[in-house]
């Protein structure tokens, strides 16, 4: 990992690797070699980019919505930043998925598909609760993606280990963020402390669909150029074990870990994201502005 421990990160000597803002304004993909390669089947490579574009995009949605929200004037900018770093990752996703299936772009992908064409987790689709919910729902999300995006940075296929090298650096960022705020709230006042633990309750027992494996995902994991999310689970549990004995919260019984949003089947809460994600591109197809 980029940082073994979950708090590592935040020293002064780490400053350029844990910029909350992006990683400049450069083209990521500069230089790199776009094409598909060989041997790659070009379907799967579409259906597994899908994948983590929309668990990027549809997270980064549920953190906008923290605007004008959150507690602290500080928090309003942190999290509407981390919103930018997913949206960022959703945007070359989507678009690396678009031109590998040869069809489309990022922005008929993001705003013209219904809610059954979205690959996305469940996870991050459900409405936000309050700041202890958003708190340690990004803290799973951040942990499970950063595991997943360090491996992904030795893809054979040099976009998503470009993707990936990028998103490293943001997402190492993100965790640690919401690391520090469990601590602060898990080991804080009396009610802080209900509050957590309420929202790791409640969030524990849907995170088992984070490390399911969909068929795309295994055939990429093979081909060497994904992950298989299953693979991951034993860091995820070490890395938020540490943080949850600083916060002095207890993980509540496992759920399922069966598939269901890679699959296409969604909770009525997508379909309300997207109405607002999607109403003004369906309402002035191709308007710019």
């Not at 992908?109 to 996305?120: I, K, M, P, T, V």
């Not at 976009?159 to 520090?180: N, T």
């Amino acid at each position: 990992m980029s940082f073994d421990n979950a708090l590592g990160a935040i020293t002064e000597d780490n400053d350029e690797a844990r910029w909350a803002f992006g990683t400049g304004f450069h083209d990521p993909l500069a230089g790199i070699d776009a094409s598909v390669p060989e041997g790659v089947d070009r379907d799967a490579l579409a259906a597994y980019c899908l994948m983590l574009g929309d668990d990027a995009l549809i997270a980064s949605h549920r953190l906008q919505e923290w605007c004008t929200r959150a507690p602290e004037l500080e928090e309003e900018v942190a999290l509407a930043n981390i919103a930018l770093d997913l949206i960022g990752q959703a945007r070359l996703l989507l678009s690396r998925a678009a031109a590998a299936a040869g069809s489309g772009d990022e922005d008929e992908l993001a705003y013209f598909r219904d809610a059954s064409g979205f690959r996305n987790v469940r996870f991050v689709e459900a409405p936000n609760g309050d700041f202890a919910h958003c708190t340690v729902r990004s803290l799973l999300f951040s942990t499970w993606r950063l595991a997943l995006l360090d491996r992904l940075t030795g893809s054979r296929d040099p976009v998503l280990a470009a993707i990936a090298a990028k998103g490293v650096k943001e997402v190492a960022y993100h965790r640690d963020h919401a690391a520090l705020w469990t601590i602060r709230l898990g080991d804080g006042t009396e009610y802080s402390h209900g509050r957590a633990q309420e929202a790791l309750d409640a969030l524990w027992p849907r995170a088992g669909e984070l490390f399911a494996t969909h068929g795309a995902e295994r055939a990429m994991a093979a081909a060497g150029v994904g992950v298989d999310p299953s693979d991951v689970r034993e860091e995820f549990d070490g890395v938020l074990a540490q943080v949850l004995a600083e916060a002095t919260l207890t993980l509540p019984e496992p759920g399922p870990t069966a598939l269901a949003g890679r699959d296409g089947s969604h909770t009525a809460a997508l379909d309300d994201l997207l109405g607002d994600l999607q109403g003004v591109a369906r309402a002035h197809p191709g308007a710019t502005w």
